[in-house]
């Protein structure tokens, strides 16, 4: 099952302690999705850390600057090394 997380009412979709692959696209950090806080972004992250299997991280140029994504998907990195794929 995928649930795509565009907007605050999204969060609701989220099955609680249901192992999960958590795919975050980096434009989710991008200014255009303000409209979420980031703090909100955090804590929904956070709180589906511990049903998470693995992390995929995507970006796109065209969304976001990508030094900021780099930025973002090194915190990833620092974090949580254990569950994040490598290719």
């Known amino acids: 099952k995928v649930i795509s997380i565009t907007e605050e009412k999204d969060f609701k979709k989220i099955i ?3 192992k999960i692959i958590l795919n975050i696209d ?3 950090f ?4 303000d409209y979420i806080s980031l703090e909100k972004k955090l804590d929904l992250i956070l709180n589906l ?3 998470t299997e693995i992390i995929l991280l ?3 140029p065209l969304f976001i600057n990508q030094d900021f994504a780099i930025k973002i998907a090194q915190l ?3 974090y949580f090394p254990h569950l994040l794929a490598h290719h």
């Open 76 to 78: 990833f990195h620092k």
């Open 26 to 28: 980096l434009d989710f």
């Open 16 to 18: 609680p302690n249901e």
């Open 58 to 60: 995507a970006t796109s």
């Open 30 to 33: 991008a200014k255009n999705m």
């Open 49 to 51: 850390i511990p049903q």
